[in-house]
């Protein structure tokens, strides 16, 4: 069942989160993408019953705070971004998978890529074709495989063998690091405006992301 639904997670979430970045911009996107950090050890505690210490509930409060401001659209009237809420829902679905994938953890890390590459790039392809999102273009196919072998083979694979020594919620709480790559590079491709709300939001982001990566498992 872990694997079906590893499955099948690992298809909605980067559809949902796909179509979140083009409702909303690559800086607010890629901080968004912290919030994983939240949903992998919520789920965690809740259903999977690892433990949670003082330090990483201070780290789920404040970043959970950083994504609601970034996930309002006008203050004023607390309309909320919908690209915001596509991308939250996506790190949610991660935030499942990722504690599917620990379950699978003990198994080679190898199989575990295998099974999720294959079955998650199959169902994403079929679900493509059905909404008639191909391409011909064999440059473009490609340079997406070899941005694949390595945004996702290899990330899979050392995410998963992280899995086996540490647990769901601080392997999440280290990966949290990429995000914040995310935001240099979009202000530095796409020369991004910085508002005041961003800015509070980032350094909330900064110090929730410095207390989970810096968070002791308790022991049971």
Do not use: H
């Amino acid at each position: 069942k872990y694997v079906i639904l590893m499955i099948f997670l690992d298809i909605a979430a980067p559809i949902l989160l796909l179509v979140g970045i083009t409702k909303s911009n690559a800086s607010t996107a890629s901080l968004l993408n912290n919030f994983e950090i939240v949903a992998t050890s919520l789920i965690a505690y809740l259903i999977f019953k690892e433990n949670i210490n003082i330090r990483l509930w201070y780290a789920i409060i404040l970043i959970t705070i950083s994504s609601v401001i970034l996930s309002i659209n006008d203050i004023s009237s607390f309309t909320l971004s919908f690209g915001a809420i596509l991308i939250l829902l996506a790190c949610i679905s991660w935030g499942l998978e990722n504690n599917c994938t620990k379950k699978l953890s003990i198994k080679d890390p190898l199989q575990v890529v295998i099974i999720k590459g294959f079955g998650s790039g199959i169902g994403a392809l079929i679900i493509a074709f059905i909404v008639q999102e191909t391409s011909s273009n064999l440059i473009s196919i490609l340079l997406s495989l070899l941005l694949g072998f390595f945004a996702y083979g290899l990330s899979i694979f050392f995410y998963v063998t992280s899995q086996r020594y540490l647990g769901a919620s601080e392997t999440s709480a280290y990966y949290a690091v990429s995000p914040f790559i995310g935001v240099i590079l979009s202000f530095i491709l796409f020369k991004e405006p910085l508002t005041l709300s961003f800015i509070i939001a980032l350094l909330i982001m900064i110090l929730g992301t410095y207390l989970a990566v810096n968070d002791k498992p308790q022991k049971s």
